[in-house]
């Protein structure tokens, strides 16, 4: 992917809010001719622009309707990352419940068992892990378009990121996992969990942990029917949505896992296939568009034997 | 609401992709304090900063678990209204079905009591209502922060609407409804709509006919399970999704309407709103972002008594 060279940086800081950071490339030419499509780019792709989950970092939680993955994200939030990983491992989660399902925000779940239960190796708290050092060592790739909420917005292994001079954090983007807490920034640990569902709100980030991605399962995840208590919480237990247990991929037999790759955020096919939705032009869409949202934007996942 | 004075046309006309519209006022200052709920902007809001539903302009799906409330936009596309009530009012929707749900994209749905079903008094296609010119006789509330896909985008009586130099259109925001089309732009006409269920797809704009807006009922339409055919769509007509009929509200007896009004979005409590929301202070939210994106913005609706 080649990129036009970007303007000034002087022009950028007088027009403030209706400018992006002077850092971020230009938004690429459009490919000629109609626009691959997804599946076009993922066929042509090669094996070494994919990345394997690692099963160590990997949540599976079962529903009766079929399995949701969700990859962790512990460069972000190492602290939570490990938390959840020790309660996943005590059984905290031991017939789970979604608890609450607000219309067009989020779903959450929790232990839910016994609504007094608590952590024995894991903890309830931790400090707030919400965003990063701007230089942490993590890759970035920029994605040129202009975001509302920050200067730069792309992607690190895959996640959805964003930044500014000072920070850099995970974006709440639809699917995004993050962490509940109460009123304290420092009340959050990993015994509630929560994923968008919805337009993505990203007024949230920076304000919550986010701990991963689901990678696989979003149609079971957004379905629920809606709470309709205060803030979409269920009313009763009875409501609630049960799942047996969520499990680290690592300890479950291998015969049992969902084994997924995910194309590689900084690989060529990527970068094709994020032009190619930029600019999407075939049979349907006549009218390419020349620009495209962060949360808009599909990473591929599939399975692979074993 | 006072806006803070923009910056020049020319350095943004220099910054290209960076910039928004040089004529787009800029983010208001935050309020003091911590800022008001949308139920306090309500509650302290004037009865004429509210708007009632125009009963010819409103329409009605009654399915087994509620009432979807849908409000038409007439000013920007006549031609599918018009037919719309049509083919309501002969009965072309009655038993009718959600045919398609696509997770993180829409819900869909159509007359189905016969897959033939042929329109008797409203007609099949009609030509293309993607725009109307710029200089078109429409109110804009223009939205001073940045966004991904347009110049400027705003508040047209209530619709989310994004404009550039030559046009202006309704945008394809959460509970958006539009009129599906086969390859031909000319191919739509109302006898199949849908609505936005997830992170607002905004490359649809200009590409689909925009004719209303979901105001009542998006946790009925955005929870169905997704269809696993292709795009979503139901493999077998024994897996849709039921309504009674689509009825106009003012062909509905006045003791069985749904009587809502929505705030004016031309109203002081609604900037009041919109911008309590853009810089959200509160006991859990301690750091304001200071931008709010147009998809995001929820416009009021309330029940009144007759």
Redesign the interface.
């Given at each position: 992917m080649k990129f036009i060279a970007t303007?000034?940086a002087a022009?950028?800081a007088?027009?403030?809010?209706?400018?992006?950071?002077?850092t971020?490339p230009?938004?690429p030419a459009p490919p000629p001719g109609n626009t691959p499509s997804p599946a076009d780019v993922i066929a042509a792709s090669k094996p070494e622009e994919w990345r394997r989950l690692d099963p160590e970092n990997t949540l599976y939680m079962d529903f009766p309707n079929g399995r949701v993955v969700i990859e962790l994200a512990p460069e972000f939030a190492p602290n939570h990352v490990a938390n959840i990983k020790a309660l996943t491992r005590e059984g905290f989660f031991v017939n789970g419940a979604v608890t609450r399902?607000q219309?067009?925000f989020v779903t959450q779940w929790a232990s839910a068992q016994d609504p007094e239960r608590k952590p024995k190796v894991g903890v309830e708290k931790l400090n707030a892990e919400?965003s990063l050092p701007r230089n942490a060592p993590i890759p970035f790739d920029v994605l040129?378009?202009?975001?509302?909420?920050a200067d730069e917005v792309g992607f690190s292994n895959g996640f959805f990121v964003a930044r500014d001079k000072d920070k850099v954090w995970l974006a709440h983007?639809?699917?995004m996992v993050g962490a509940g807490r109460d009123?304290d920034?420092n009340s959050g640990g990993g015994t509630e969990l929560y994923t968008i569902?919805?337009?993505?709100?990203?007024?949230l980030?920076?304000?919550l942990s986010v701990v991963g991605k689901v990678v696989q399962g979003?149609?079971i995840m957004?379905?629920?029917?809606?709470g309709t208590g205060d803030a979409g919480f269920y009313k009763t237990p009875a409501e609630y949505k049960r799942y047996a247990d969520m499990k680290i991929a690592a300890d479950v037999p291998e015969a049992e896992r969902t084994n997924l790759e995910t194309m590689r955020t900084d690989s060529a096919s990527f970068n094709t296939l994020v032009n190619a939705?930029r600019w999407?032009k075939d049979?349907?869409?006549?009218?390419p568009?020349g620009?495209?949202?962060l949360?808009?934007i599909?990473v591929p996942v599939r399975e692979v034997q074993k």
């Amino acid at each position: 992917m080649k990129f036009i060279a970007t303007t000034g940086a002087a022009l950028c800081a007088l027009a403030l809010a209706a400018c992006q950071s002077a850092t971020a490339p230009a938004i690429p030419a459009p490919p000629p001719g109609n626009t691959p499509s997804p599946a076009d780019v993922i066929a042509a792709s090669k094996p070494e622009e994919w990345r394997r989950l690692d099963p160590e970092n990997t949540l599976y939680m079962d529903f009766p309707n079929g399995r949701v993955v969700i990859e962790l994200a512990p460069e972000f939030a190492p602290n939570h990352v490990a938390n959840i990983k020790a309660l996943t491992r005590e059984g905290f989660f031991v017939n789970g419940a979604v608890t609450r399902v607000q219309d067009n925000f989020v779903t959450q779940w929790a232990s839910a068992q016994d609504p007094e239960r608590k952590p024995k190796v894991g903890v309830e708290k931790l400090n707030a892990e919400f965003s990063l050092p701007r230089n942490a060592p993590i890759p970035f790739d920029v994605l040129p378009d202009p975001d509302t909420f920050a200067d730069e917005v792309g992607f690190s292994n895959g996640f959805f990121v964003a930044r500014d001079k000072d920070k850099v954090w995970l974006a709440h983007c639809y699917g995004m996992v993050g962490a509940g807490r109460d009123v304290d920034v420092n009340s959050g640990g990993g015994t509630e969990l929560y994923t968008i569902i919805s337009q993505s709100p990203r007024a949230l980030d920076r304000q919550l942990s986010v701990v991963g991605k689901v990678v696989q399962g979003m149609e079971i995840m957004s379905a629920f029917p809606r709470g309709t208590g205060d803030a979409g919480f269920y009313k009763t237990p009875a409501e609630y949505k049960r799942y047996a247990d969520m499990k680290i991929a690592a300890d479950v037999p291998e015969a049992e896992r969902t084994n997924l790759e995910t194309m590689r955020t900084d690989s060529a096919s990527f970068n094709t296939l994020v032009n190619a939705r930029r600019w999407r032009k075939d049979d349907f869409y006549t009218n390419p568009i020349g620009r495209i949202n962060l949360c808009n934007i599909t990473v591929p996942v599939r399975e692979v034997q074993k």
